[in-house]
């Protein structure tokens, strides 16, 4: 298939029947720009707003998390409690007046956290192996009681999305968070009913599209998108295989997924544990395709980047390419797509609505091309 232009600008209609009128989606990143109680800010909302304006099928927004001890980075904004209702009310509202659907990444951090991001708790997990990166602490194991309870607070915060107004949720199984910690074979080694061998150490994250899943039945008036973000593998030994993935897509493409989310560095990307060249996202997109809708991101920078992604992918996320430039959609609309920024041009710093925070964060980090002028 030769994928047009013209074919970027038609919508897309997922197994819950809510439709999104382009073939580009935001893929969710950390803001660290939220207020001390968790409450989008408005340089958030601005963020967002300036984003959504350019015309994408939909906004997926950092991840929220379900409960307080799901905190991973400074400056979040949580789903964990009924007062956040509003403040989740403002951000959905905001990319829906700007023409996009809105849906909300929920995650818990487990053991990707730290005693002071949770005022001097000890992050949890599901085991006490600590993860394999500078400074990690060693995360404390879940009892079964506490598993249920963060189940459950996955459809808590579902129930809060649809009550603020947003049109989905992502499910964040992936970048080593939580939900992906109890699939992965280094970060669980469970005996009981939580752990064990590929097919038991599902039994988290399936138990968190249930809850999700019953969450929308119950309080849903209108089509809500339920999606899952998912990283492929794992460089740990032992970690995450392609082949435990692709077992786990086979798993949950019965469980009224709209779509999957592949979260790799690049879309066209081998293996990261192995000498195998294969696209993460091709292999996936050829295994489950057929039966759940797969999302396609990573290094997808210009308007032939994303035309070769779609010719594998019926969707694709931009993310850093939405930063450096806002406008990356009207631009290609309007043809005028070698305009497109392609890099954070840092006198530009006024015109790009970024929040402070992530400002400092994309200009100090190592991995972006910056320009002075």
Partial sequence: ??????????????????????????????????????????????????????????????????????IGFPGPFGADSDERVESLRRLATTIQEAGSKAILQLYHA????????????????ASAVPALRPNAETPREMSHEEIERTVKAFG?????????????????????YLVQQFFSPHSNTRTDQWGGDVYKRMAFPLA?????????AEH???????????????????????????KFLTAIADQGIDYVHVSVGRFFGGSIREEDNRSRVEIIQQHIGKRVPVI??????????????LEVTPLVSLGHALIMDPDWLSKVQKSRDEEIHQAIYLSKKEQLDIPENLWNMVTNAPGWFRVEE
């Fill in 1 to 70: 298939m030769t994928i047009t232009t013209q074919y970027i600008f038609e919508p897309f209609t997922f197994t819950s029947g809510v439709t999104v009128k382009n073939r580009i989606l935001m893929a969710p990143m950390t803001t660290s720009s939220s207020d001390a109680n968790g409450d989008v800010t408005d340089e958030e909302l601005l963020y967002y707003k300036r984003r959504a304006e350019s015309g994408l099928g939909a906004v997926i927004t950092a991840c929220a998390h379900v409960e307080p001890l799901g």
């Fill in 110 to 125: 487990g053991r990707m956290s730290n005693e002071k991001l949770l005022n001097g708790e000890q992050p949890v997990s």
């Fill in 156 to 176: 808590e915060a579902t129930r809060r999305a649809i009550q603020a107004g947003f049109d989905g949720v992502e499910i964040h199984g992936a970048n080593t």
């Fill in 208 to 216: 968190v599209i249930e809850s999700i899943q019953e969450a929308v």
């Fill in 220 to 246: 849903a008036d209108k089509p809500f998108v339920v999606g899952y973000r998912i990283s492929p593998e794992e460089r740990e030994e032992p970690g995450i295989t392609m082949d435990d993935t692709l």
């Fill in 296 to 309: 396609g991101v990573g290094g997808l920078q210009t308007l032939s980047d994303v035309k070769e992604a």
